[in-house]
């Protein structure tokens, strides 16, 4: 069997264009055949972060200030110069030393595995010399570095969580923000409420998706055949 990436772009009606890497069988006659998979990844990574293989609240009074902080930021962004770099290991680097303080920490090894696809061909001039060096900067939406200009609240988060009726595989690295962040298991309750969402906890962080993708593979896999079966014996 044999799966080939298709880059895929989709434009909405708002004009926002999304990019996206389509995986399909090239061997079979029909490959449209069998289950189709929608794998979403997190900030700053890309759909490359799946080769190898919780919701955010905040009070409504602190929305006033969320909402400044927001226009605050993006008044920058036009004076904001790209970062540039000679090359593509570089940038892997950069964005392997930028991580170490952060909630998500990734090794450069990871890094490596979806930073290319993140990156766009430019050149930068130097002023001294008057000379131009070929280069890359990253080709992601600058928006996605500033803070949302709006937070969902408990209630609001509850109230689409609950709402979750198809069959749902929540792979949780312990080690990962989101598994920190909700020690008191209160937006997980949300989710094993419902009969549809099975939940599995693994060793690992917030790329355990590529740091250990044979574990997340073997449980993704598992859990499709368990999907397969419980819908055959409905039949």
């Not at 399909?24 to 972060?49: E, Q």
């Not at 008044?75 to 090359?87: Q, Y």
């Not at 080690?175 to 937006?187: I, L, P, Q, S």
Request: charged share 25%; net charge positive; aromatic share 8%.
């Amino acid at each position: 069997m044999s799966f080939t990436p298709e880059e895929r772009t989709f434009t909405l009606l708002n004009g926002l264009v999304i990019a996206a890497r389509h995986w399909k069988n090239t061997t079979t006659r029909h490959p449209r055949d069998g289950r189709r998979i929608l794998a979403m990844h997190g900030l700053l990574d890309n759909a490359a972060s799946f080769d190898l293989v919780g919701p955010y609240t905040l009070p409504i009074e602190e929305q006033p200030q969320r909402l400044l902080k927001f226009l605050a930021a993006k008044k920058t962004l036009s004076t904001k110069r790209d970062a540039f770099f000679p090359t593509i290991q570089a940038a892997v680097r950069a964005r392997t030393l930028g991580s170490k303080d952060s909630v998500w920490p990734i090794r450069e090894d990871v890094a490596a595995v979806f930073i290319p696809r993140s990156l766009k061909p430019t050149e930068q001039k130097d002023e001294h010399t008057q000379t131009t060096q070929q280069g890359y900067s990253w080709c992601w939406d600058r928006m996605i570095m500033i803070s949302d200009v709006m937070a969902n609240s408990d209630l609001y988060t509850k109230a689409f969580v609950s709402r979750v009726t198809c069959p749902v595989l929540f792979i949780l690295a312990i080690d990962g923000y989101a598994w920190k962040r909700e020690k008191d298991g209160k937006v997980m309750s949300w989710f094993t409420a419902s009969s549809s969402v099975t939940v599995r906890d693994v060793e690992g962080g917030h790329h355990v998706h590529i740091e250990d993708a044979p574990t997340t593979a073997r449980l993704i896999t598992e859990w499709l055949l368990e999907q397969e079966s419980s819908m055959k014996a409905r039949l």
